[in-house]
Nanobody, 121 residues
Framework: QVQLVESGGGLVQAGGSLRLACAASGRTFSWYVMGWFRQAPGKEREFVAAKSSFGAANYADSVKGRFTISTDNAKNTVYLQMNSLKPEDTALYYC???????????????WGQGTQVTVSS
């Protein structure tokens, strides 16, 4: 019954912007933390950003200052605004949810199917 659905991925030139969205449905009342991971070809899945219901936010050093995570509680949706995109940002981006903070790969309880982001040079 629990489902996360990502959208907003696509192809963009370096320096451009994209906004990813992750809509949650089902029993989400215990989801205090939502965030994003990404996985590039031949690479391990890595943490990108997370936000808690308490207002805390965390970002990977590689995206700090360029990406912004936000939530719309009324829509049960988490967003990832990605600005100044670089070719190294190219990856499959996954939405994840957890009941614990901080968000880690091992603690994520639910995952979306992923949305592809491709940044051309």
């Amino acid at each position: 019954q629990v489902q996360l659905v990502e959208s907003g991925g696509g192809l963009v030139q370096a320096g451009g912007s994209l906004r990813l969205a992750c809509a949650a449905s089902g029993r989400t009342f215990s989801w205090y933390v939502m965030g994003w991971f990404r996985q590039a070809p031949g690479k391990e899945r890595e943490f990108v950003a997370a936000k808690s219901s308490f207002g805390a936010a965390n970002y990977a050093d590689s995206v700090k200052g360029r990406f912004t995570i936000s939530t719309d509680n009324a829509k049960n949706t988490v967003y990832l605004q990605m600005n100044s995109l670089k070719p190294e940002d190219t990856a499959l981006y996954y939405c994840a949810a957890s009941s614990t903070w901080p968000l880690r790969l091992s603690s994520a309880a639910y995952w979306g199917q992923g949305t592809q982001v491709t940044v051309s040079s």
